[in-house]
């Protein structure tokens, strides 16, 4: 494990693991695992900044790390925890709160977005959401962050904390790069292809979750809005069948400018069947896989007890470090 280089990553239990998690993100988490040490956290903290009904979270979170593991993340080699259950994350994001402007803050695109959605509840965590996201990163010294695209900014600001820390105070944390794949990095609502597939859609005609049957991801993909020229091509303007053509690219492990080659003359109903069937087929072992696993929840409780205590151990190491960089009294 010393010589690995690390990665961290976690998805928020909000809504339902979507296709677009899955390509943009945790196929990519499968693959790296092996070449790294991974810490893959589900990341209850940040799924508070909007209202949650208690219950609910409990058993998405279980829910969520099943996926994960479902998806191919093996617990005998990567990390897996609850964010919630290594308080070093809370205490590592209220030092970086004093190291982050409030002008930094107010140009995150996501935090923009998420207020004017919910207006009624524009609370601090919101507003310091991409805070905590830097110190899940920085506590692992992690080099190495696999994310989609609309994370970037984040993980930039990630970057220029753990850079002023480093000014600051002498070398403290590694500073990470992003891992954004070349297909998939953003995939795209199924209704509106101009914004991505998100897990809080309230039209479930938008997103594939996971756990969809395989008639239902069938249909959704049917449904998929396109355009009305009818040409198959990948290009400007042409959102829907772009998306199409890029989800289907990150599955079979093309470009979507090679996987257009597949269906030159043919018309929009054949390309949607073999996205469907492309889809269905990826997804039919994980969601075997997340039967099994999630009828035995005694399994996830040890997964996520071990996965917590080895993830702490390593956290405090960069925790204590911080605290005597900045002054704290050594206890
Ligand atoms: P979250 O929960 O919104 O999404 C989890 C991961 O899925 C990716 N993703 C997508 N990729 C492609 N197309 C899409 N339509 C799509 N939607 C989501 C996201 O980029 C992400 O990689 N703040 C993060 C969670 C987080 C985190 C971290 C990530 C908290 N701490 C530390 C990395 C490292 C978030 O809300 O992701």
């Not at 979507?18 to 990341?43: M, P």
């Not at 500073?175 to 070349?182: A, H, T």
């Not at 399994?299 to 917590?308: E, Q, R, V």
Request: glycine residues 6%.
């Amino acid at each position: 494990m010393q010589n690995k280089k690390m990665i961290f990553s976690g998805v928020q239990p909000t809504g339902c693991v979507t296709l677009g998690n899955y390509i943009g993100a945790l196929k990519n988490w499968v693959k790296l695992q092996k070449e790294y040490q991974c810490i893959y956290s589900v990341v209850d903290m940040h799924s508070i900044t909007v209202r949650q009904n208690p219950d609910e979270l409990r058993e998405r979170c279980r829910q969520f790390l099943a996926l994960y593991i479902a998806c191919g993340i093996d617990p005998k080699e990567s990390i897996l925890f609850f964010q919630s259950h290594v308080s070093a994350h809370a205490e590592l994001s209220w030092i970086l709160n004093c190291h982050t402007y409030i002008g930094e803050l107010s140009r995150m695109t996501q935090f923009k977005d998420k207020s004017a959605k919910h207006e009624d509840n524009i609370n601090a965590g919101l507003f310091t959401y991409p805070v905590l996201m830097a110190s899940d990163i920085l506590l692992y010294q992690t080099d190495l962050v696999p994310v989609g695209v609309d994370q970037k900014q984040h993980l930039e600001l990630a970057r220029d904390i753990a850079i002023r820390f480093n000014h600051l105070y002498g070398d403290t944390f590694t500073v990470p790069e992003g891992y954004i794949p070349p297909v998939g990095a953003r995939v795209m609502s199924l209704q509106d292809p101009t914004s991505k597939m998100s897990k809080s859609d309230p039209n479930p005609n938008g997103y594939i979750w996971l756990l969809d049957a395989p008639e239902v991801i069938t249909k959704k993909i049917k449904r998929a809005v396109t355009d009305s020229d009818g040409e198959i091509a990948y290009r400007e303007g042409k959102d829907g069948i772009n998306n199409l053509l890029s989800i289907y690219g990150a599955i079979v492990g093309k470009k979507p400018e090679e996987a257009v080659l597949e269906f030159e003359g043919q018309g929009y109903g054949i390309l949607k069947t073999r996205v469907a069937e492309a889809v269905c087929e990826e997804l039919r072992p994980i969601q075997e896989k997340y039967k099994e696993i999630s009828a035995d929840p005694s399994f996830l409780d040890s997964i996520s007890k071990n996965g917590a205590e080895k993830a702490a151990e390593i956290a405090e190491k960069t925790l204590r470090l911080v605290q005597d960089k900045v002054g704290f009294m050594p206890r």
